[in-house]
């Protein structure tokens, strides 16, 4: 685990400083909003619809237990004593009030923590695979890398007023969890000739005109990867588009300009400052390394595990949905999800992120991450240990058996809280969850990935959901249109639009429409939605959301 | 044919908790949509917004449409009125503190 250096430890504290500074001055009047709005900004702090929320990162989603407990208490002092887990692997909090934010973000600088670049056109919070450093088909952990990353592009002189956003994401693995291709950079780890390096992927991105990346060079040998990445984001500096917001982010720059020109402008860049780099961050990378190093893991009887799936049919279905293989034999991941059938996805009280903490310390080798499907991660835990960490999750409301199940939903705030939406996504959330938990299918439809965005800005993902749901507004209702075979792995695909949108009391039928139209054409339980939307295209789908009148009538 | 003007609120974030707050006809920021002035004319309108940018305390002043209800104004967009009212998944924001009341 990476710890603040006393370099690291001053900025942030000065930072702090600042902004205390800031808003005392918002407060007294000396600062209009006009002013006082891109500083609030440059700290995570937006207004949305009811309240501030302030938005803190998780780099590359890893936390402590002691950062985790944390965040629990600012829930409690500053907050309404809970927290939303988010896709690009941040916390926000809803509810804090304008003069507090300089006290919570002095509590997130005890315990190496920031709101730093969580906005604006900088580069933002690195993310990366969530089982990194614990899954069996790990090249290696990427963390290291991210690390590095992050101290590169916190406060980079030259890179913080770019044309947009800048979302970079790494995987260590050649399985893709964390979404690389849907990122400005994706960094996915492949190994030639016995090395170790990355693929690396540009001009991806969801939002209004969603791209699937684009691979820039194919291998990019470990040494290399900082001035590459330097490059890339220094020719997208000079080439974007500050003209028009909406065509501000690299994956136009890509699409406008055509990945072989990019390549050769990066190729070029890249050749000019590689010398610059000088090795230093190739020292400070063996350093980080080091901090990353695999815990010490256990050597014990894995009986209790195996004694607990015989005894216990409750604990075998949460076992075979909520652990993934680990790289030692002995140990498993696991996944705690946020997603309770009717509640919040994301959300996690304060009482809960303190379980979680305890049994991460207690039987987790102190580590904890955060998905970007808004679950929260054990990714060290031996195989003995299993059972008592599933009844502590299961007495706090998280022994929920669903990961990537039909409930295990992606939801982003949508009109609840954000400004931007355009229709409600979390109650739309809790309700396809509760319905098919009434129905009882959920394990029989299989892997099945439901992703819900409040407006066109795609922070939901939707596009990339097996069934994707984005809420519009039309003519003054809500309206959810729906899009099909949506992949977020190392084959991204962006889905198809279904047809005609839904109103808000008919999107779950529509939903449950589709989820039976599959079921009935499954060639058998092997065959999951995603496969048979492949085998079969959509129009089977399309005929099940759109029934003819006769049809209709007659059921 | 010029279109019928739709009647005007005047609505603000308060700048220290950033709750929902409406302009009254007696140039107080209530936390009550039912208490926001009402506004008919699209001149008058205008005029309520700039007074209301000119103060402290608020964030983001804009005009939003509203109908006249029995008990003052009412949203006519829905999202307005889940701003009137607070998030749908708890029970928080303004219809948590019309609980205390
Ligand atoms: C105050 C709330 C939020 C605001 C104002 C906001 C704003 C935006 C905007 C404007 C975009 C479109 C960017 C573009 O296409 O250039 C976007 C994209 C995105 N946001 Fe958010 N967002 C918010 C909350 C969230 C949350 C809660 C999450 C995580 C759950 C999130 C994750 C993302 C992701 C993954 C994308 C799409 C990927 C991409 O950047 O292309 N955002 N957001
Ligand atoms: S997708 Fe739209 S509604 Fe949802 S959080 Fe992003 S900006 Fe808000």
Redesign the pocket.
Known sequence: MYDYNDFDEQFVRERVAQFRGQVERRIDGSLTEDEFRPLRLMNGL?L?LHAY?LRVAIPYGTLTGARMRQLAMIADRWDKGYG?F???Q?I?FNWPELRDVPEILEALADVGMHAIQTSGNTIRNVTADHFAGAAADEIEDPRPVAELLRQWSTDHPEFQFLP??F?IAITGAPRDRAVTR?HDIGLRMIVRDGEPGFEVVVGG????TPMVGQVVRDFLPKADLLPYVEAVVSVYNLLGRRDNKYK??IKITVHENGIDRIRELVEARFEQIRPMFGGADQQLLAQLEQSFSAPDFLRKSTDAYYSARNADPVFRSWADTNLAEHRDPDYAIVSISLKAHGATP?DATSDQMRVMADLAERFGHNELRISHE?NVILPHVHKADIPAVHAALKSSGLGTANIGLISDI?A??GMD????ATARSIPVAQEIATRFEELNLEHEIGPMKIKISGCI?????HHVGHIGILGLDRAGVENYQITLGGDGTEDTVIGERAGPGFAYDEIVNAVERIVRAYLSLRSDASETFLMAYRRLGAQPFKDALYPKEDEADAA | MTRAFTPKIVTANALLEGDVIYLTADDRWSRNLSEAELIDDEAVAQLRLLDAERQGGVVGAYLADAIAGSRGPKPAHFREAFRAKGPSNYAHGKQEDRKHV
């Open positions: 937006y949305q929320m939303h988010t896709t690009r941040n926000q947009r956003k979302k849907a991105g969801l939002g209004r501000a982010r994301g808004q992606i982003c705030p809280y954000c400004a931007l800005n795609a922070c939901g993902h």
